[in-house]
C-alpha cells in the first residue's frame, strides 16, 4: 500500500525555472519526508518536515506541509541540470515502516 | 554518498533459484531495513531488523528473509524466485532511538533480474 502520492507523475522544465511538486496523503502523520532518487540508484534523503511544522527551506528547497488537507509540496528553486531525478514523499506508518509515493519524475532541460 | 553498501550491484537469476543480496550498514547505525522497488515504482518495505531481529515486515511473502550481524551488516534471502521478483533491491541504514527510525540512509541498490 502506498501513502503518500506524487502529483505530477512528470515534469519537464527549463533550467532556471522553479519546480513544484506535490504529494498527498491518508492518515495522520508525526512527520513527512522527501528523497531523490538518481536513475537506478539508492533515494537521498532531502528534508524532513514535522507535523507541528507549516513551512521549512534548505538550500534551493522549500517544503510546505498542510496537514488539514493531509498534503505537502515540495518546491526547487533555479533548477538546474543536475536537479533531474526522481522525487518521493515519505511518511511512516507504525515505528518502522516508511511509506513511499510513486515519486514525481523531473527532467531540467538545458 | 551515505556509507550504506549493497552487493551485488546487478545480478541474474533464472525462476525457482534461490538469492542472496548483502548490506553493509553506516557506521553508528544500528537498524537496517529492505526495500523493493519495482520499475517506475516507489520502494516498498519488505522487513526491519533491529538488534538482529525482525522487528517490523511488510506484505512479503515467508520466502522473503534477513538477517542483522552484530556489525549491523546484512542480508536479504529470497527463496524459490518468481519473475515478478524482478526489481531493484535498497538497503537503508538508520539509527533507531527512543524505538523510531526518522530518516533513512539508502544503499545505491541491487538490480535483480529474473529470468
Known amino acids: 500500500s502506498q501513502q503518500g502520492e506524487e502529483d505530477p507523475q512528470a515534469l519537464s522544465i527549463q533550467e532556471g525555472e522553479n519546480a513544484t511538486m506535490n504529494c498527498s496523503y491518508k492518515t495522520s502523520i508525526n512527520n513527512l519526508q522527501w528523497y531523490r532518487q538518481n536513475s537506478g540508484r539508492g533515494l537521498v534523503h532531502l528534508i524532513l518536515?514535522?507535523?507541528?511544522?507549516r513551512e521549512k527551506h534548505s538550500g534551493r528547497l522549500r517544503v510546505t506541509l498542510d496537514t488539514s488537507k493531509k498534503s505537502s509540496s515540495l518546491l526547487i528553486t533555479a533548477s538546474r541540470a543536475a536537479d533531474t531525478a526522481s522525487y518521493f514523499c515519505?511518511?511512516?506508518?507504525?515505528?518502522?515502516?516508511?511509506?513511499f509515493g510513486q515519486g514525481t519524475r523531473l527532467t531540467i532541460n538545458p | 554518498e551515505t556509507g550504506v553498501t549493497q552487493s551485488p550491484t546487478h545480478l541474474i537469476k533464472t525462476r525457482g533459484q534461490q538469492v542472496t543480496l548483502r548490506c553493509s550498514s553506516q557506521?553508528?547505525?544500528?537498524?537496517v531495513s529492505w526495500y523493493q522497488q519495482a520499475l517506475g515504482q516507489g520502494p516498498q518495505f519488505i522487513f526491519q531488523y533491529y538488534r538482529e531481529e525482525e522487528n517490523g515486515r511488510g506484505n512479503f511473502p515467508p520466502r522473503f528473509s534477513g538477517l542483522q550481524f552484530p556489525n549491523y551488516s546484512s542480508e536479504l534471502n529470497v527463496n524459490a524466485l518468481e519473475l515478478d521478483d524482478s526489481a531493484l533491491y535498497l538497503c537503508?541504514?538508520?539509527?533507531?532511538?527512543?524505538?523510531?527510525?526518522?530518516?533513512?540512509?539508502f544503499g545505491s541498490g541491487t538490480q535483480l533480474s529474473v529470468l
Open positions: 557506521s553508528g547505525h544500528n537498524t
Open positions: 515519505a511518511t511512516r506508518q507504525g515505528a518502522q515502516k516508511l511509506v
Open positions: 518536515i514535522r507535523s507541528n511544522e
Open positions: 537503508a541504514s538508520s539509527f533507531m532511538g527512543g524505538g523510531t527510525v526518522e530518516k533513512l540512509f
